[in-house]
């Protein structure tokens, strides 16, 4: 492939809570088939996987697909600070992203999520969004789990810091209502809460036509993780249509320097070539 | 299991080939500037899975991520 096969527009979307920045990636010179929405990871791991999704969206545009890349509110480029983020915020914003992205295409969204994306995916799916595809890169099954590494984070600083601080009293201050800072980002109570209330539900897999369960690996021989195994399984048993892969790399979402893993683009624009051809 | 702990810090850290040059009495924290708080929070994510371990919050302090030998011994106290 050479030369330029898809264009790339800056555009902000209003959100309910202010303006949302965003990319569209657009194929050259033919009318778009459908709309990819992709789904964002949480805090520091949007950061890091900036440039695998860039490469994701360049590489579905190609396919002839038009793909939406926006900064949550409160995150990146978009309005709002990262302790007015909520929940419920996100999920309206992505379902106003979803309906504007199906509208004059023949086919609902669908949707690549990352890590607790997929988590948002899943909510904006049991919200009755139509999805045709859905794409999970390393998806996080588990909210609750999610936050505590979320939160060991601080516990990991205040180490280095010298000062040693506890996970139980963290908590309580976030019970408490005070908003805490991690990593450089203060979490509101109300957002760690509503992430630690999420799973990833058979049920919500159940209904795109078709999804991808993607997991990184280090080495070729690696199974899917426990999580990913039972969350597969239980789906196919529930009626989904799913297929899993795993691809040797490096976790390009926490890695210190930026990462990729080109597989998992190409698996990727593999999965999302079927329904385009 | 030195040489497994070694591994995974290795990979998690992208630490390439001064992976090799690591042994029991190396220093980690403080001496390896990879290992900031997100590093920290990987390596333990990476350890639990590769090992089946859990490690709990309180166990979390920098005596434990001294040494390559500090970290080594805490993973087998966890195995054991």
């Known amino acids: 492939m050479s030369g330029r096969v898809a264009q790339t527009q800056p555009r902000f979307f209003d959100g309910v809570a202010g303006r949302l920045f965003g990319i569209e990636f657009a194929p050259i010179g033919a009318a778009a088939r459908a709309t990819i929405l992709i789904v964002p990871p949480f805090a520091e791991e949007l950061n890091k996987s900036r440039r695998m999704l860039a490469l994701a969206a360049r590489a579905l545009a190609a396919l002839g697909y038009r793909v939406l890349t926006v900064d949550l509110y409160g995150t990146g480029d978009s309005e ?198 | 299991m030195l040489n497994e702990v070694r591994a995974v810090l290795g990979d998690t850290l992208q630490l390439a080939r001064r992976t090799e040059q690591l042994h029991a009495d190396s220093a980690l924290l403080g001496a390896l500037p990879e290992l900031d708080s997100m590093a920290v929070v990987t390596l333990i994510t990476a350890l639990e899975e590769r090992f089946g371990i859990t490690v709990a919050d309180d166990e979390i302090s920098a005596d434990t991520f001294a040494t390559l030998g500090s970290l080594t011994s805490f993973v087998e106290s966890k195995l054991a």
């Open chain 1, 80 to 277: 709002g600070d990262f302790a007015d983020a909520r929940w419920e915020i996100w999920i309206e914003d992505l379902r106003r992203l979803a309906a504007t992205g199906a509208s004059g295409t023949a086919s609902p969204v669908s949707i690549l999520a990352l890590r607790a994306g997929s988590l948002l995916a899943a909510d904006l799916i049991a919200d009755g969004a139509g999805v045709e595809r859905l794409a999970l890169w390393q998806p996080v099954s588990s909210g609750a789990q999610f936050l505590t590494q979320f939160l060991r984070l601080k516990i990991a600083a205040d180490m280095l810091g010298g000062n040693e601080s506890g996970m139980a009293a963290l908590r309580e201050q976030l019970a408490a209502g005070k908003p805490q800072e991690v990593a450089g980002y203060m979490l509101a109570p109300e957002l760690a809460r509503a992430l630690e209330g999420r799973t990833l539900s058979s049920e919500a897999l159940r209904v795109p036509r078709r999804v991808a369960w993607f997991e990184i690996v280090a080495r070729q021989e690696q199974a899917l993780s426990v999580p990913g195994q039972r969350m597969t399984e239980k789906s196919r048993q529930d009626g989904a249509s799913i297929a899993s892969e795993t691809l040797v790399g490096l976790p390009f979402w926490s890695t210190p320097e930026i990462s990729t893993v080109p597989g998992l683009v190409a698996s990727t624009a593999r999965f999302f070539a079927e329904a385009a051809s």
